[in-house]
């Protein structure tokens, strides 16, 4: 198994380019579904899950070509409505195939995806929203069964926000009988860059980026050629990252405007941010201060940030309180940190990290995507020799990291 080998204890110098975001990458692809006509989605980062969605949408028979950045998906024959277990447990938005699927063709089969490392992550607010929209659901076998005629257009309310289930709903709206409007609906950029998406493709969705999304259903959606936005919390990586182990790097095609939480918290940590249109420079001379924070739906603090900001204040001056509110269980990579020398106690979803002046590099195992990115941004300022062990997991959502740091001045290689 893969292994990233870290020399902590350099300053990053330079430019970053910044990929397409995984997290709106992964619902537009699926987006492809809706049409016969090809979609084609510039600025597709290559990832690991990417390349799980391309196998399970090609598994239903989408046409699916790489060019380039970019991928070409053409779903004018899909004839097996169905996203299998094997899939959905690697990768749990699978379950944004269910919204298309049954909008478009009347049936789908979509597996529960069951538990993960982050906490219990029910779905039932896509089976509640869809069976507003008039489908018939039932659960067989561990699979959701889904079947409608035409979907009709509603009035939904979901118990909470959830990023996934505004996007299946909002997909599944555009082809319903009428008007959907999806209250408490998620506000994230990737929900937007969805509906950018959608309506490029035909669909008339408004007020996405707002907690009301109103969708008028058409009869038919057409191809499109769209460009995925940047991806705000590889970006975030990399500044936490900066920030930690000081330096001064620039990076492009990035979308500052997605971040503004992050960069707060940056500057309260005594970094210096500087914001332009699609780039962000950041300037970080001294040992960083402890910030507190707490983490809930855009526009506040994004739970994918959590870990690499607990890292953060594992070396920073004074005392940080972290308050994970989005997922139970999300802090497993505070034992890891704990073993690089970080003072870390865990109270319910509270952690209150003491700041040390140094870290001290060891192996230690990645658990989450998230979670590794936080083992990462400890291991370019713990002394010596860190060693991350199951690195799958960064392999899932940052495209060619160990590249993109070393080029920055990182001591930084992956080992098979
Ligand atoms: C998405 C992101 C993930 C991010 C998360 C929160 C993608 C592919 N993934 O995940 O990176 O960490 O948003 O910003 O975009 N919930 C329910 N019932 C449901 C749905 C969700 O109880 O039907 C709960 C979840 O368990 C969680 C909370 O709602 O506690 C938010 O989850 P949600 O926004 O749905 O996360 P994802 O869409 O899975």
């Known amino acids: 198994m893969d292994k990233l080998v870290l020399q902590g204890g350099l300053r990053l110098r330079g430019e970053i380019p910044i990929s397409g975001a995984k997290n709106a990458a992964l619902p537009i692809l699926c987006a492809s579904l809706l049409a016969a006509d090809a979609l084609e989605v510039d600025n597709v980062p290559a990832l690991h899950d990417v390349a799980t969605m391309q196998r399970l949408l090609a598994q239903m028979g989408v046409k699916v070509a790489r060019d380039g950045g970019g991928l070409r998906l053409e779903a004018s024959q899909v004839d097996r409505l169905e996203a299998p277990y094997d899939l959905v447990k690697t990768m749990r938005a699978s379950i944004l195939v269910l919204g298309p699927m049954v909008a478009r063709f009347g049936t789908a089969r979509v597996s529960l995806p069951g538990g993960c490392a982050i906490g219990a992550r029910p779905v039932d607010q896509h089976i509640k929203g869809l069976q507003a929209l008039g489908a ?3 659960i067989e076998h561990g699979y959701i069964v889904a079947t409608a005629r035409r979907l009709k257009g509603t009035r939904i309310v979901t118990d909470l926000v959830t990023v996934t289930g505004t996007e299946n709903l909002m997909m599944a709206a555009t082809l319903a009988e009428g008007e959907t409007v999806i209250e408490n ?3 994230e950029p990737e929900v937007v860059d969805l509906a950018n998406c959608l309506n490029a493709m035909g669909a008339r969705v408004n007020g996405a980026g707002t ?12 191809g ?4 995925v936005m940047a991806d705000r919390v590889e970006t975030g990586t990399f500044l936490t990252a900066v920030a930690a182990a000081g330096g001064d790097v620039v990076l492009t095609h990035a979308q500052p405007d997605t971040l503004e939480a992050v960069i707060d918290k940056l500057g309260e940590s005594g970094a210096r941010v500087e914001v332009h249109t699609d780039r962000i420079r950041i300037v970080a001379r001294r ?9 809930a739906p855009y526009p506040a ?3 994918d940030m959590q870990a690499q900001f607990m890292a953060l204040n594992a070396i920073a001056e004074g005392t940080g309180v972290v308050t994970e509110t989005i ?4 802090f497993m ?3 890891e940190l704990m073993r690089l020398g970080a003072r870390i106690e865990i109270e319910g979803n509270t952690a209150v990290v003491k700041g040390v002046r140094n870290l001290t590099g060891a192996t230690v195992m990645a658990t989450d995507l998230r979670a590794s990115a936080s083992l990462v941004v400890a291991g370019l300022v713990a002394d010596g020799e860190t060693v991350i062990d199951r690195i799958y997991h960064l392999d899932r959502g940052y495209e060619a990291l160990e590249a993109k740091l070393s080029a920055v001045g990182a001591r930084i290689e992956r080992r098979r």
């Open 333 to 335: 990579h505070a034992q």
């Open 211 to 222: 907690d009301r999304i109103v969708v008028r259903g058409v009869e038919r959606l057409h």
């Open 136 to 138: 018939d659901i039932r």
């Open 185 to 187: 609906a998620a506000r």
């Open 224 to 227: 499109a050629r769209f460009r």
């Open 301 to 303: 603090f994004p739970t």
């Open 287 to 295: 040992r960083p201060r402890a910030v507190n924070l707490r983490t």
């Open 327 to 330: 997922f139970e269980n999300r």
